[in-house]
């Protein structure tokens, strides 16, 4: 499975930005899609996921600000990001579990200036 992450930029604390996240390959074999992200310097931290089954998860610290969308069983997730914090600056990456393995995108920068 290959992954490839967009709509990363700069904005300003407040503002709203929306990921996405394409995987090809052999995606029929995709159990869920996540978001994880990295902040220089710190440890690569859990953000969202959706299952399979439309099911998702957040972490404390984006939940009710950020919503995960779209459908495994076609590679294609999203993340609408609202009430952006300076917090949030970090290297946004795009994972996928297919039930044996982890596949990992590139990632998208996104920076927010307060």
């Known amino acids: 499975v290959q992954l490839q992450a967009s709509g990363g930029g700069l904005v300003q604390a407040g503002e709203s930005l929306r990921l996405s996240c394409a995987a090809s390959g052999s995606i029929y074999d995709i159990k869920f899609m996540g978001w994880y992200r990295q902040a220089p310097g710190n440890q690569r931290e859990f953000v969202a996921f959706i299952t399979n089954e439309g099911s998702t998860n957040y972490a404390d610290s984006v939940e009710g600000r950020f919503t995960i969308s779209g459908d495994c069983n076609k590679g294609t997730i999203f993340l609408q990001m609202n009430s952006l914090k300076s917090a949030d600056t970090a290297v946004y990456l795009c994972?996928?579990?297919?039930?044996?393995?982890?596949?990992w995108g590139q990632g998208t920068l996104v920076t927010v200036s307060s």
């Open positions: 994972n996928v579990w297919t039930g044996s393995k982890y596949y």
